[in-house]
C-alpha cells in the first residue's frame, strides 16, 4: 500500500492523504508490434471501495483535490518501486491541479529522474477549467513530459477540447473502436480521426483493444500505440 506520511507537503494535506487506503496497478501502453512497451499507465486500486466509489465520494465532498495530490505522489512512487525503464502515464482530473507549493515539493522529491518521463492524461470528467489545466500544461511542459487528452469521446472529450487542450497525444475510448475490425461506420470514422490528429502532430492511442482482428485492423489505420486486455491486463 502506498504511504504519504514521510512527504513534504503541508499537515492538513497529510492528514488528508493518510486517510486513503490505496495501491496502484499498471497497464502497459505498446507501440503497433504489439510487444514493444512505450508507457505504463497508473491505475489506482482503493483497497476497500472501487475507484469509482472512492471518486464519487470524493466527488460529493468536494475533495478531488486530495486525490488529484495522491495519484501525483503515489503513482511515481509505485512507479520507481517497479523499476520500469519507460515513461509513466498518470490519470489526472480537468478540474484540478497541484498548488505551486505541491508541484515544487513533487518536483524537489522526485527530481530530474522524472523530466522527460511523464504523460499526464486529462480525464473525461467532472469538469473542465481551462485555469487548471494552462497551470498544469506550463508545469508538465517546463519538465519536458507530454500531455494527453484520455477517452476521446467519451464525456467532456471532443474534438473542439482537444484543440483547446493542445497535447501531444490523444487515447480513443473503447466505445470508438470495439468492433471496428467489421463496422463500416466505426472504420469510416476512426480512419478519419487519426487522420485529423496525425495532421496536427498528435499521437493517437486505441484504448481497449480486446479482440485480435480490431488490433489487427487498427494496425493497417496507422494508429500509434495500445493499450486493452488482448496485449495485456492491468497487473
Avoid at 50 to 76: C, N, P, Q, S
Avoid at 85 to 100: A, K, T
Avoid at 145 to 164: A, Q, T, W
Avoid at 167 to 193: F, T, Y
Wanted: glycine share 6%.
Amino acid at each position: 500500500m502506498i504511504y504519504y506520511d514521510h512527504l513534504p507537503l503541508r499537515e492538513d494535506i497529510l492528514k488528508a492523504l493518510g486517510e486513503l487506503s490505496i495501491n496502484y496497478v499498471f497497464q502497459p501502453i505498446f507501440q503497433p508490434d504489439g510487444k514493444t512497451v512505450y508507457a505504463w499507465e497508473a491505475l489506482m486500486r482503493p483497497t476497500d471501495m472501487t475507484v469509482t466509489d472512492l471518486i464519487d465520494e470524493y466527488t460529493k465532498r468536494d475533495r478531488l483535490h486530495v486525490l488529484e495530490v495522491a495519484t501525483f505522489f503515489g503513482a511515481m512512487q509505485a512507479f520507481f518501486l517497479r523499476g520500469y525503464p519507460e515513461r509513466v502515464s498518470i490519470n489526472s482530473f480537468p478540474c484540478d491541479c497541484m498548488e505551486q507549493a505541491e508541484a515544487d515539493a513533487f518536483w524537489e522529491y522526485f527530481g530530474e529522474e522524472i523530466r522527460g518521463r511523464m504523460i499526464i492524461e486529462c480525464l473525461e470528467y467532472p469538469y473542465f477549467s481551462l485555469e487548471h489545466w494552462e497551470e498544469k500544461s506550463r508545469s508538465v511542459r517546463y519538465m519536458d513530459n507530454l500531455l494527453s487528452v484520455d477517452d476521446f469521446g467519451c464525456g467532456i472529450n471532443d474534438l473542439e477540447m482537444v484543440k483547446l487542450m493542445s497535447p501531444h497525444i490523444v487515447k480513443l475510448d473503447r466505445s470508438l473502436i470495439s468492433g471496428i475490425d467489421h463496422i463500416k461506420e466505426k472504420q469510416e470514422n476512426i480512419n478519419k480521426l487519426v487522420l485529423e490528429f496525425h495532421s496536427m502532430g498528435l499521437l493517437v492511442v486505441a484504448e481497449g483493444v480486446e479482440e485480435k482482428e480490431e488490433f489487427d485492423y487498427l494496425v493497417g489505420l496507422g494508429v500509434d500505440l495500445y493499450q486493452g486486455y488482448y496485449l495485456a491486463r492491468p497487473a
